[in-house]
């Protein structure tokens, strides 16, 4: 009998996905499809492969070997396929809409600037932005490819850590010297509480604790627009503040960085659009200014 691969391919994405209903929105089919995948793989190895812990699909004892292997035949035929190098000469023919969520900060100051490059290169693939503080699903196909400010600890995709996003004491002189300011006597708009407990906030904590804060919000754009007017700080990314002209930044001060991450569902990152958006996200972000090399 020969080997079931559907049957394999879908049985680790039920794994992973912990129901059917999402492996079948992770492969594209419906959830019938997913079902019937199950059912004629045991049916080929003689055994259940699947059991309920909780309210999760899980592996039988008997699986666990099985879903090693699935899983590693999915990970070396995805790799394979995005290491085949696109055909120059089939790049004019590349195209498709390609979805990208991140962060606002680094979609619109590090992303957005280099369109036209995309545009260039490849003039059939048109570039989604989607900036959003809450992460949109990979699983789910809300979205092709995610930039993360942090490593996820699961999930259906291929991760790649790309670099090191800068951040900067910044503060708006309001016609003073800037040599004549410290950021310890002035008023500061900070992130709000939601983001208390990322590196670059604890950073802040430690370095500025009796700071005295005028307002909050939970973008860097928005903070930008409400240091205008008066003498204040703020802890932005470093392609958040260095393209604000009112803005200067205290060079004394290194605060912590955020590690930036990029993921590409297991599904879709060996397409041509989808490879080539990624092969062009890591050559523009690495500037070595406001996202460095790790």
């Given amino acids: 009998m020969s080997l079931d691969w559907e049957g394999l391919r879908t049985f680790a994405h039920v794994c992973q996905t912990g129901n059917m209903s999402a492996a079948a929105r992770e492969l594209g089919v419906n959830q019938t499809t997913v079902a019937r995948r199950i059912a004629r793989l045991e049916e080929w190895l003689g055994y259940a492969v699947l059991h309920r812990d909780g309210r999760a699909l899980a592996p039988t004892a008997r ?13 070396k035929v995805s790799d394979l396929l995005a290491r085949e190098p696109l055909d120059q000469g089939d790049v004019p023919s590349v195209g498709g809409i390609v979805r990208l ?16 490059d995309l545009h260039q290169r490849f ?7 989607i900036g959003a503080n809450r992460n949109l699903s990979l699983p789910q196909r809300e979205t092709d490819i995610a930039i993360r400010l942090a490593r996820p600890d699961s999930g259906a995709f291929h991760i ?9 004491i910044y503060c708006n002189p309001n016609g003073q010297p800037i040599a004549e300011l410290d950021p310890n006597a002035l008023p500061w708009i900070d992130l709000d509480d939601f983001f208390a407990d990322k590196p ?7 370095h500025f604790p009796d700071r005295h804060t ?5 973008r860097g754009s928005i903070m930008v627009s409400m240091m205008t007017g008066h003498a204040c ?12 002209d009112f803005l200067e930044r205290f060079a004394d001060y290194r605060p912590d960085g955020r590690e930036v991450w990029l993921l590409t569902h297991q599904d879709k990152r060996h397409l041509p659009h989808v490879r080539a958006v990624i092969d062009w996200l890591g050559a523009i972000l690495l500037d070595g200014k406001f996202i460095t090399r790790l």
């Fill in 123 to 129: 003039p059939k693939i048109a570039l989604e932005l």
């Fill in 63 to 75: 699986a666990q070997t099985l879903l090693q292997t699935a899983m590693q035949m999915q990970d």
């Fill in 233 to 244: 700080c703020a802890l932005l990314p470093l392609c958040v503040g260095e393209r604000i």
């Fill in 160 to 168: 790649r850590r790309l670099g090191y996003l800068e951040y900067g």
């Fill in 214 to 218: 005028l307002g909050y919000a939970n």
């Fill in 200 to 206: 670059e906030q604890k950073w802040l904590a430690d």
């Fill in 101 to 116: 969520t991140g962060v606002d900060a680094i979609l619109q100051d590090c992303v957005a600037p280099h369109i036209a």
